[in-house]
């Protein structure tokens, strides 16, 4: 069974950082990418970021040059190094993974629990 887990969300003030972690536990045949997503309250779910199996890496507009995904695969975590954050940054953060469990598995979606960011002064 694949599971992630978030970590290192919290409250900061706004222009202030955070670091959110995403350890994940399990075996995995292939991956094709790994990235995070988040929530507002009322709002839908939307993608932030995203880090392929090739390295490459991909950003929404409303947080490019501020935000940073990057991978230690020796510990098989996943990090958001989170700069100049804003007041609209506030939501609670998912980290996915898009893979295959085994060679005949569908290419499946595995989310974490999600941690709460908090911008505010």
């Known amino acids: 069974q694949v599971q992630l887990v978030e970590s290192g969300g919290g409250l900061v003030q706004p222009g202030g950082s955070l670091r959110l972690s995403c350890a994940a536990s399990g075996t995995m045949f292939s991956i094709v990418a790994r990235g995070w997503y988040r929530q507002a309250p009322g709002k839908q779910r939307e993608w932030v970021a995203a880090l392929t199996s090739g390295g490459s890496t991909n950003y929404a507009d409303s947080v490019r040059g501020r935000f940073t995904i990057s991978r230690d695969n020796a510990k098989n975590t996943v990090y958001l190094q989170m700069n100049s954050l804003k007041p609209e940054d506030t939501a609670v953060y998912y980290c996915?993974?898009?893979?295959?469990?085994?060679?005949?598995?569908?290419?499946?979606?595995?989310w974490g629990q999600g941690t709460q960011v908090t911008v505010s002064s």
């Open positions: 996915n993974t898009r893979g295959r469990r085994t060679a005949v598995s569908p290419l499946l979606d595995y």
